[in-house]
């Protein structure tokens, strides 16, 4: 059982600068994704950061429903971020809160730039993300997952999207917050980022910061996404580099017989 | 009748421009348009403003109610901030059930408020766990000629710096004496047009612009609070650009409602 919440630790970080999960400021909880999890989806991806468990599912391009919401020019993407009402501590109503229809139009707006919405006018994309279960840093991760999907669901796109979580706890800038590093911390920024472009595409805060540390949260932040850029492009190697292996040994095999 | 969508040469030349540094109306990149702030309109409310920002008209309420604090922070009041997009203000507005847009106003104008601890929400509270005070600030958009969040931060800061609890109204426990401000958020709202930032854009580039960032300043010129929305994106130095641009026109802004 997790009991996060419970009770506000005295310290979040100790003297030597080690965090209540042993991590160092700079460093990222550790993330696994996996490629094309669900059965029925268009492309799927799962991903665990700390305790954070998140699914996304991408359906489309395909018709919208209803047909006025069509656009003539382009596809339009519509996302829901929604959490399951046992991700969190105390049970969360299944209806989407404030909170979560804003999310869902932040992560629409950080995804959109990445995708070549203009190929398949009059089409939508539509993006689920689910949060299992939330420790911090949900809509951070849940962009980078559904960055994921896209890509397993074959949509072209600029570039892939990486977001982390930096901000200030106990007087420190650290990176990618948990949720009792974000309560009690300071300020807490997410940041989404296509690295090719050089393109921030989600960046909200709240906290008190000077300008300074503005600019540090930022970089740190940023170096954050490039580590979690990395472990999206080797989760979507690991799928369709495999398989293409696969394929290969099998016409070989197949070769051979004749 | 206004038309809703600028026409695509009009649209064409205020990118044009842009990229030369100018504006349609005349204004230089970083300028505010006028504005105005009436405080008090509204005898009712606890506290009440109307802010004018070129064509765009905001009033902001304030009001007061008794009610539960919060099962998790039992010794705090309640700061509740709501955004109505009322149909009168834009051939755009429908009437409903607040759409996203709303809600993202409300929670930038209250993430505002509530990061730069403006309001001492634990000296609203009267009985631990049982009663406090619920701050309601209600934003009324008038009229939507661009950049609603500037407007409605701006108005929600001077209906909550000019408010005062009124006998009779709302039981005051003896001695308990009506809240000052302990802080001013400003929001300072830029578009991204043609790779140039844009302070304080008027609907019309609003349309045309790639992507949004809005910076909220406390009074000692830390930034409180950020939000960036449309579908483009910033460079870290554009992003960098604008909190020093933010950090000067909050305090001019400022200047319109805290008379000190």
């Known amino acids: 059982m997790l009991k996060t919440s419970q009770k506000k630790p005295e310290k979040l970080i100790d003297e030597n600068d080690v965090r209540l999960d042993g991590r160092k400021l700079n460093e990222v909880r550790p993330v696994k994704i996996e490629v094309g999890v669900l059965g029925n989806a268009d492309g799927s991806a799962y991903i665990e950061q700390g305790k954070n468990k998140i699914l996304a599912a991408v359906y489309g391009p395909k018709e919208v429903h209803p047909k006025h919401l069509a656009l003539p020019d382009r596809a339009v993407l519509r996302c829901r971020y929604h959490m399951a009402p046992f991700s969190v501590e105390e049970r969360k109503s299944p209806a989407p809160s404030r909170r979560e229809l804003e999310l869902s139009k932040v992560i629409r707006e950080s995804l959109e730039p990445s995708i070549f919405t203009e190929y398949y006018p009059r089409t939508s994309i539509d993006l689920f993300i689910e949060v299992l279960q939330a420790d911090g840093g949900t809509r951070c991760a849940g962009i980078t997952v559904a960055s994921v999907a896209l890509a397993d669901a074959g949509i072209p796109m600029r570039d892939l999207v990486s977001a982390c979580a930096a901000g200030k706890v106990e007087g420190r800038i650290v990176l990618d917050l948990t949720d009792v590093e974000d309560k009690a911390g300071e300020a807490d920024m997410p940041l989404a980022y296509m690295p090719n472009a050089n393109a921030i595409t989600l960046l909200q805060m709240d906290g008190m910061l000077t300008s300074e540390e503005f600019e540090q949260v930022v970089n740190l932040a940023l170096d954050g996404c490039k580590q979690v850029g990395q472990i999206q492009k080797e989760a979507l190697r690991a799928k369709y580099v495999v398989a293409k292996e696969a394929e290969a040994e099998k016409e070989e095999a197949e070769e051979g017989e004749e | ?260």
Not at chain 2, 98 to 116: F, H, K, T
Not at chain 2, 130 to 150: R, S
């Open chain 2, 1 to 260: 009748m206004s038309s809703i969508m600028a026409s695509r040469v009009r649209q064409k030349r205020i990118a044009q421009l842009i990229s030369h540094g100018k504006r349609l109306d005349g204004r230089g990149l970083t300028d505010y348009r006028e504005v105005q702030v009436e405080a008090g309109l509204i005898e009712r409310a606890e506290g009440s403003a109307r802010v004018r920002l070129g064509k765009t008209e905001v009033l902001v309420g304030v009001k007061f109610e008794m009610g539960e604090p919060f099962p998790d922070v039992p010794n705090e009041g309640v700061l509740t901030v709501n955004a109505e997009l009322v149909p009168l203000a834009s051939p755009t507005f429908e009437p409903g059930p607040p759409d996203e847009n709303s809600i993202e106003l409300a929670r930038v104008v209250d993430r505002g408020v509530r990061e730069s601890k403006a309001i001492a929400l634990e000296e609203l509270c009267i009985e631990p766990g049982k009663k406090t005070f619920i701050v309601f600030v209600d934003v009324y958009v008038l009229n939507h000629d661009g950049n609603l969040i500037d407007a409605s931060c701006l108005a929600a800061l001077a209906a909550l710096f000019n408010y005062e609890v009124k006998e009779g109204e709302v039981k005051i426990k003896p001695g308990y004496k009506p809240l000052p401000l302990r802080n001013y958020p400003v929001a300072v709202t830029f578009a991204k047009i043609n790779d140039k930032l844009v302070v304080d854009p008027w609907l019309e580039e609003e349309q045309v612009m790639d992507a949004r960032l809005t910076m909220t300043v406390e009074k000692d010129g830390k930034i409180c609070a950020i939000q960036k929305g449309g579908y483009g994106y910033f460079t870290a130095e554009q992003v960098f650009e604008a909190s020093k641009i933010a950090r000067q026109k909050a305090e001019e802004q400022r200047k319109l409602v805290v008379k000190e």
